[in-house]
């Protein structure tokens, strides 16, 4: 599976956009990227997965560049609750099977 | 409808005990995968198991172990408990065993002491 790497932390404000960028240089032609957001104690959810340009869906959007070396989770208006480490994970749906390679994941702090 | 379901929520086990964790997939899921999260860490994958065959081994010791029952239920087992093993376990399934949506159970947090 493709490596990837975030920042560690980042920071916002409720209300904010929140924008985390996440680098895979050596993604693979038939690679996916999926995001999910893990609470303290509790199991990673999945956030949202594509594979070029833009997807969005109820809860954020992610933005894929032609090249498709990075892409970038968006999340509108960010409230507390948002407060989680986010995981952006890349690999092949129909080889990797379900074996996911997380990283470290991006802590985002939401502040009032 | 019932999201995945881990058993026991918390446990603590002394080293070198043994200890059995249980996850209960989403119904319709025939892919259950384990992995463990130390804290602050993202999960390390250790097995996925699917129509009760194993599919996938993370680098783990032989001290860890699984297997799948028919209702597609599944058992993780680790023997000889060091405190290094202290950890979150998590359950996750899925209806296939490609694809790399899955669906998380809460862990099981394990303590060695």
């Known amino acids: 599976l493709a490596k990837t790497t975030q920042p560690i932390s980042m920071d916002s404000y409720e209300g904010q956009e929140v924008n985390i960028t996440c680098s895979h240089n050596n993604i693979a032609t038939n690679d996916y990227i999926t995001w999910y957001q893990q609470f303290p104690s509790q199991g990673p959810r999945f956030i949202i997965q594509g594979y070029k340009t833009k997807v969005t869906n109820e809860v954020a959007s992610l933005f894929i560049p032609a090249d498709r070396k990075s892409s970038t989770l968006s999340l509108p208006r960010v409230s507390l609750s948002d407060t989680a480490v986010y995981y952006c994970l890349v690999g092949d749906l129909e080889n990797a099977g379900n074996m996911l390679t997380f990283g470290g994941g991006t802590r985002l702090m939401v502040k009032p | 409808d019932a999201g995945v379901t881990q058993s026991p929520t918390h446990l603590i086990k002394t080293r070198g005990q043994h200890v059995t964790l249980r996850c209960s997939p989403i119904?319709?899921?025939?892919?259950v995968s384990w992995y463990q999260q130390v804290l602050g860490q993202g999960p390390q994958f250790i097995f996925q198991?699917?129509?009760?065959?194993?599919?996938g081994r993370g680098n783990f010791p032989d001290r860890f172990s699984a297997r799948q029952f028919p209702n597609y239920s599944s058992e993780l087992n680790v023997n000889a408990l060091l405190l290094g093993d202290s950890a979150l376990y998590l359950c996750a399934s899925s209806f296939r065993t490609s694809g790399n949506i899955q669906y998380f159970g809460a862990g099981t947090r394990l303590s060695v002491l």
């Open positions: 198991y699917y129509e009760k065959e194993e599919r």
């Open positions: 119904s319709g899921h025939k892919s």
